[in-house]
């Protein structure tokens, strides 16, 4: 049952959503830009997580995973394959169609990648945030994969 409490108030939701916008916007372009110059694309980096963590899959299918036109995928995935990051092969059920897999290459930069900003956002957590507000930022996580999740 939604109350008349201040937390409940569509103010309230955007004033939140704005704050939550920029922060995560700023944690975000931080980690990004400590990438040297040349390094992947955010979209490539996306692509390879994608792959990694649902498996091989069309570049239909990837394009509507990363809510893009499949004109942009298809650059992307030329990109990509060029670099050996990612491969195609014939879809064993229907040979019309192809199927990306990350490859070994495009594993190891995705490790050394999650690894560096990882490296980089654990010391900010740790320098900045005292155990007790450590604990306070874990315990809202599972509030934010929600949001996350209704994106």
């Known amino acids: 049952m939604i109350t008349d ?5 569509p103010e ?10 920029l922060s995560v916007g700023r944690i975000a372009r931080a980690l990004r830009q400590a990438h040297a110059v040349g390094d992947q694309t955010l979209s490539e980096v996306s692509v390879l997580a994608r792959l990694d963590r649902d498996g ?6 990837l394009a509507a995973c990363e809510r893009v036109r499949p004109q942009a995928m298809a650059a992307t995935l ?14 064993p059920t229907d040979g019309r169609r192809q ?17 560096a900003s990882l490296q980089r956002l654990t010391g900010a957590v740790g320098a900045t945030l ?15 994969e929600r949001i996350a999740e209704q994106l």
Do not use: K, Y
């Open 56 to 61: 091989s899959m069309s570049p239909s299918a």
């Open 5 to 9: 409490s201040v937390e409940h108030t």
């Open 78 to 91: 030329a990109g990509l394959e060029e670099r050996g990051l990612v491969s195609r092969r014939p879809d």
């Open 130 to 144: 005292t155990p007790d507000e450590q604990q306070q930022l874990l315990d809202v996580m599972p509030l934010l």
């Open 99 to 115: 199927v990306i897999s990350v490859t070994p290459g495009g594993l190891r930069l995705l490790a050394d990648r999650r690894s």
């Open 12 to 21: 309230h939701a955007a004033e939140l959503a704005v704050a939550l916008r």
